[in-house]
Protein backbone atom coordinates (compact mmCIF):
# COMPACT_ATOMS: atom_id res chain seq x y z
CA UNK A 1 0.00 0.00 0.00
CA UNK A 2 1.33 3.38 -0.78
CA UNK A 3 0.43 6.48 1.28
CA UNK A 4 0.71 10.04 -0.76
CA UNK A 5 1.60 13.19 1.41
CA UNK A 6 1.23 16.44 0.02
CA UNK A 7 2.53 19.64 1.16
CA UNK A 8 3.51 23.42 0.22
CA UNK A 9 -0.30 24.42 -0.64
CA UNK A 10 -1.11 27.91 0.97
CA UNK A 11 -2.35 31.22 0.12
CA UNK A 12 -0.56 33.66 -2.29
CA UNK A 13 -1.04 36.53 -4.24
CA UNK A 14 -1.65 36.64 -8.06
CA UNK A 15 2.11 36.58 -10.00
CA UNK A 16 3.91 34.48 -6.63
CA UNK A 17 4.84 31.23 -6.68
CA UNK A 18 4.20 27.99 -4.35
CA UNK A 19 6.18 25.05 -4.66
CA UNK A 20 4.17 21.56 -3.70
CA UNK A 21 6.30 18.63 -2.44
CA UNK A 22 4.20 14.80 -2.71
CA UNK A 23 6.30 12.48 -0.66
CA UNK A 24 5.56 8.91 -0.28
CA UNK A 25 5.90 5.93 2.60
CA UNK A 26 4.94 2.27 2.10
CA UNK A 27 6.98 1.99 -1.07
CA UNK A 28 9.02 4.09 -3.19
CA UNK A 29 7.87 6.10 -6.16
CA UNK A 30 10.75 5.50 -8.40
CA UNK A 31 8.59 2.48 -9.84
CA UNK A 32 5.72 4.89 -10.66
CA UNK A 33 4.92 7.34 -12.91
CA UNK A 34 3.44 10.50 -11.55
CA UNK A 35 0.73 12.89 -11.62
CA UNK A 36 -0.69 16.20 -10.05
CA UNK A 37 -4.52 17.22 -10.38
CA UNK A 38 -6.22 19.82 -8.79
CA UNK A 39 -10.14 20.50 -8.44
CA UNK A 40 -11.96 23.36 -7.96
CA UNK A 41 -15.36 23.95 -5.96
CA UNK A 42 -17.47 23.09 -8.40
CA UNK A 43 -15.44 21.85 -11.04
CA UNK A 44 -14.43 18.60 -12.00
CA UNK A 45 -11.07 17.26 -11.12
CA UNK A 46 -8.48 18.02 -14.31
CA UNK A 47 -5.21 16.82 -14.68
CA UNK A 48 -2.24 19.76 -14.01
CA UNK A 49 1.19 17.48 -14.94
CA UNK A 50 2.74 14.48 -15.08
CA UNK A 51 5.63 12.72 -15.37
CA UNK A 52 6.96 9.36 -16.33
CA UNK A 53 8.39 6.99 -14.37
CA UNK A 54 11.81 7.32 -16.63
CA UNK A 55 11.37 10.77 -15.43
CA UNK A 56 12.33 11.65 -19.22
CA UNK A 57 8.78 13.27 -20.60
CA UNK A 58 6.23 15.39 -18.75
CA UNK A 59 3.00 16.83 -19.49
CA UNK A 60 1.06 20.00 -18.84
CA UNK A 61 -2.25 21.08 -19.01
CA UNK A 62 -2.21 24.18 -21.34
CA UNK A 63 -3.57 25.97 -18.68
CA UNK A 64 -0.25 25.85 -16.71
CA UNK A 65 2.33 25.41 -19.23
CA UNK A 66 5.28 27.93 -19.03
CA UNK A 67 4.23 28.61 -15.69
CA UNK A 68 4.27 25.35 -13.99
CA UNK A 69 7.05 22.71 -13.58
CA UNK A 70 6.74 18.81 -12.66
CA UNK A 71 9.75 17.23 -11.16
CA UNK A 72 10.87 14.08 -9.07
CA UNK A 73 13.44 13.26 -7.00
CA UNK A 74 13.83 9.80 -6.55
CA UNK A 75 16.96 9.65 -3.35
CA UNK A 76 13.93 11.90 -1.62
CA UNK A 77 11.13 9.33 -2.83
CA UNK A 78 9.44 12.81 -3.51
CA UNK A 79 7.47 14.72 -6.69
CA UNK A 80 7.08 18.85 -6.87
CA UNK A 81 5.19 20.66 -8.71
CA UNK A 82 6.31 24.15 -8.34
CA UNK A 83 4.27 26.84 -9.22
CA UNK A 84 5.12 30.11 -10.88
CA UNK A 85 3.01 33.21 -11.89
CA UNK A 86 -0.34 31.83 -10.11
CA UNK A 87 -3.35 33.55 -10.99
CA UNK A 88 -6.63 33.60 -9.01
CA UNK A 89 -7.94 30.69 -11.65
CA UNK A 90 -5.48 28.12 -9.59
CA UNK A 91 -7.17 28.20 -6.89
CA UNK A 92 -7.93 24.82 -6.00
CA UNK A 93 -7.09 21.66 -4.36
CA UNK A 94 -4.03 19.94 -5.51
CA UNK A 95 -3.75 16.11 -5.28
CA UNK A 96 -0.51 14.29 -6.00
CA UNK A 97 -0.82 10.44 -7.81
CA UNK A 98 0.70 7.58 -8.36
CA UNK A 99 0.41 4.83 -11.28
CA UNK A 100 2.38 1.99 -10.17
CA UNK A 101 4.04 -1.14 -11.86
CA UNK A 102 5.20 1.47 -14.46
CA UNK A 103 7.85 -0.64 -16.68
CA UNK A 104 11.21 0.56 -15.50
CA UNK A 105 12.09 2.35 -18.99
CA UNK A 106 8.77 3.94 -19.37
CA UNK A 107 8.70 7.11 -20.78
CA UNK A 108 5.18 7.35 -20.98
CA UNK A 109 2.95 10.12 -18.88
CA UNK A 110 -0.72 9.73 -17.76
CA UNK A 111 -3.53 12.64 -17.54
CA UNK A 112 -6.28 10.15 -17.12
CA UNK A 113 -7.69 10.38 -13.17
CA UNK A 114 -8.72 6.45 -13.96
CA UNK A 115 -4.48 6.02 -15.27
CA UNK A 116 -3.84 6.17 -11.21
CA UNK A 117 -3.41 3.55 -8.66
CA UNK A 118 -3.21 5.88 -5.20
CA UNK A 119 -3.94 9.04 -4.36
CA UNK A 120 -3.12 11.68 -1.40
CA UNK A 121 -5.24 13.84 0.58
CA UNK A 122 -4.56 17.29 -1.15
CA UNK A 123 -3.31 20.38 -0.56
CA UNK A 124 -5.13 23.81 -0.42
CA UNK A 125 -3.86 26.30 -2.62
CA UNK A 126 -5.37 29.81 -2.98
CA UNK A 127 -4.38 32.68 -4.74
CA UNK A 128 -5.71 36.11 -4.47
CA UNK A 129 -5.95 38.69 -6.85
Known amino acids: QVQLVESGGGLVQAGGSLRLSCTAS????????MGWFRQAPGKEREVVAA????????YYAASVKGRFTISRESAKNAVYLQMNSLKPEDTAVYYC??????????????????????WGQGTQVTVSS
Open 97 to 118: AARNNVSPYSHTTYAGGSDYDY
Open 26 to 33: GRTLSSAA
Open 51 to 58: ISRSGVST
